[in-house]
C-alpha cells in the first residue's frame, strides 16, 4: 500500500487535472463532421459529387462559408439525394447552395423512392433559385422531399425559388401515385423571399402529420394565381392525410396569392379530414393577394359526422390585408384573441357554395376597421352552432346603408349565438347586425344582451 504522504500526493496530482463533464464527454466522443469541399476529384463538375462522397461517409457534412466551386464560393449542386441519417451544415449566409441551371427541377431533394427516408438535417445555410433571371417554374423547388421522418430545417434561407422553397409531397409521383408518410417535421427559423412575388409557394405540404412550421420569415412570396406563402393542400386522392399541423411565431410581409398566407385546403375524394391543427402568435402585413390571412376548406358541408377538426387559431395579428380568416367548411374551430386591423374584405363562416359550411366555430377576437370596402367585419353565410362572444368591433363597415359588424350573408344556418360583444366603436358606420334577403336560419338567433336588433328582411326585435 502507498504511504499515507505518498497517496494525499497522488490525490493532488489527479485534483490538478481537470475532468471533463458529461456533455464534454459526449463531444469528445461525437462523430468528426466531414467538409465535403476536401472530397472534390479531378472531373468533378460543381459540388454535387463532393457532396455525396461526403454524405456517403455516413458522417455530418460540413460546408464551409465560400467554399465551393462556383462564382464566390458558392455551391453548384443538382438533384442531390438525400439517405438516411443526413446532416448537412453549412456557415450561415456565406454558405450558399445554388443549381447550375433553371432548368435543374431540385437543388436538394428526397425522391421516395424508399417508403420513408429518416434523421435529416439541415442547418445554417442559403439556397438561392433562378426566379429572377428565369421566372416562374412551377415545378421547381429549391427542396422536395417525400416520405421522410424526423426531419429538421433550421436557420435556412430560402431566396428566389421559381417554384417553391420547400416541398414537402406525401406521395411518389409515377404511373400510379404511391402513399408517402411525412412525420415529425420540424422547419425553424428559416426565411423565405420570394424576391418578385413570381414563385408558388413557400412551403407546399401535401400530407404530413406533427409538422410544424415555427419563428419563420416570410417575404414577397408567391404569384396571384398560386395559393400563398404556407399551403397545406393534399391533391385529390383518398390516402392524404393532415394531422397536428402547427404555424406558430412567424411573420408574413407583402405576400401575395388568391388563397392564403396560411391555407388548409381538402378535396372532397380525400377521406381524413385534417386535424389537430394549430395556428397562433403569426404576424401578418400588407397582404397583396385576393385570399386572406389564414384559410381553410375541406371540400364538404360540416355535418354532424364529421370529426371534430380540433382546429385553434389565436393570439394572431393582421394588418392591411383583404381578410383576417375564411372559414369555407369544417368542423370545430376555434377562434380567440386574435387582432385584425384595416382590412377591405370580411372573415367568414361557411361560404355559399355546394361545398361549404361551417359547424361548431367560435369567435372571440377584435375587428378595428374592418369591412372598409365589402362593408362587413364577419360574414357568417352556411353554418350551424356558431358562437360570436366577447369580440370588439371599432370603426367596422364604411357607413353605407347595408353595412353591419356582422352579416348574415346568403346560405342557411342554425344555432347562431352572438352575445357580450363590443359594437360601441362602429356606431355610425355599420349596425351591430345584419341579415340579407338569401339568408335562412331555421331558428331563433340567440342575442345577448337582448336589445341587439337584426336589421334586414329577416327578424326584426
Request: with cysteine; hydrophobic share 35%; charged share 20%.
Given at each position: ?248 411565431n412567424c411573420s408574413f410581409e407583402r405576400c401575395g396569392g388568391n388563397v392564403g398566407q396560411i391555407s388548409i385546403v381538402t378535396p372532397p375524394r380525400v377521406r381524413q379530414v385534417p386535424r389537430n391543427i394549430r395556428i397562433a402568435g403569426n404576424r ?178
Amino acid at each position: 500500500m502507498p504511504h499515507e504522504t505518498d497517496r494525499r500526493r497522488l490525490l493532488g496530482l489527479f485534483g490538478a487535472i481537470p475532468l471533463l463533464s458529461v456533455p464534454a464527454c459526449n463531444a469528445a466522443n461525437a462523430v468528426e463532421p466531414v467538409e465535403a469541399p476536401t472530397l472534390r476529384q479531378r472531373g468533378d463538375v460543381g459540388d454535387t459529387a463532393a457532396l455525396a462522397r461526403a454524405l456517403a461517409s455516413g458522417r455530418p457534412v460540413q460546408l464551409p462559408a465560400g467554399g465551393g466551386s462556383g462564382p464566390r464560393g458558392e455551391y453548384i449542386v443538382d438533384m442531390l439525394e438525400l439517405p438516411d441519417g443526413a446532416t448537412i451544415s453549412g456557415e450561415g449566409m456565406g454558405t450558399v447552395l445554388r443549381s447550375s441551371s433553371a432548368r435543374v427541377q431540385s437543388i436538394l431533394l428526397v425522391s421516395g423512392a424508399a417508403a420513408q427516408t429518416r434523421n435529416l438535417t439541415l442547418r445554417d445555410m442559403k439556397l438561392v433559385g433562378h426566379a429572377t433571371s428565369d421566372g416562374f417554374r412551377e415545378h421547381h423547388n429549391l427542396v422536395s422531399l417525400s416520405g421522410v421522418a424526423d426531419c429538421l430545417i433550421e436557420g435556412v434561407t430560402f431566396e428566389g425559388f421559381a417554384g417553391d422553397g420547400i416541398y414537402l409531397g406525401g406521395e411518389r409521383d409515377g404511373p400510379v401515385r404511391t402513399p408517402r408518410s411525412n412525420a415529425r417535421v420540424t422547419i425553424r427559423d428559416c426565411t423565405f423571399d420570394g424576391i418578385n412575388n413570381a414563385n408558388r409557394n413557400a412551403i407546399s405540404v401535401t400530407g404530413g402529420t406533427d409538422i410544424v412550421i415555427d419563428d419563420c420569415r416570410f417575404m414577397r412570396c408567391s404569384r396571384p394565381d398560386m395559393p400563398g406563402p404556407i399551403d397545406f393542400e393534399a391533391d385529390d386522392f383518398p390516402f392524404y392525410v393532415f394531422d397536428r399541423l402547427t404555424v406558430t411565431n412567424c411573420s408574413f410581409e407583402r405576400c401575395g396569392g388568391n388563397v392564403g398566407q396560411i391555407s388548409i385546403v381538402t378535396p372532397p375524394r380525400v377521406r381524413q379530414v385534417p386535424r389537430n391543427i394549430r395556428i397562433a402568435g403569426n404576424r401578418f402585413a400588407g397582404y397583396a393577394g385576393s385570399g386572406s390571412d389564414i384559410a381553410l376548406t375541406v371540400g364538404r358541408p360540416a355535418t354532424a359526422a364529421m370529426p371534430d377538426m380540433n382546429v385553434v387559431i389565436e393570439n394572431n395579428v393582421g394588418s392591411n390585408g383583404r381578410a383576417g380568416v375564411r372559414l369555407y367548411s369544417g368542423r370545430g374551430i376555434t377562434l380567440r384573441n386574435n387582432r385584425w386591423t384595416r382590412y377591405l374584405g370580411q372573415m367568414f363562416v361557411g361560404y355559399a357554395e355546394a361545398r361549404d359550411g361551417c359547424r361548431d366555430v367560435s369567435v372571440a377576437d377584435r375587428f378595428e376597421a374592418c369591412g372598409t370596402q365589402d362593408g362587413a367585419a364577419i360574414g357568417i353565410f352556411n353554418a350551424d352552432t356558431v358562437s360570436i362572444a366577447g369580440s370588439s368591433f371599432v370603426d367596422c363597415g364604411n357607413g353605407r346603408a347595408d353595412a353591419a359588424c356582422i352579416r348574415l350573408g346568403p346560405g342557411r344556418s342554425s344555432g347562431v349565438a352572438i352575445r357580450g360583444n363590443d359594437f360601441a366603436g362602429s356606431v355610425g358606420r355599420a349596425a351591430p347586425i345584419r341579415q340579407t334577403a338569401g339568408h335562412r336560419s331555421s331558428d331563433r338567433i340567440l342575442l345577448e344582451p337582448a336589445s341587439l336588433s337584426i336589421l334586414g328582411p329577416g327578424e326584426r326585435r
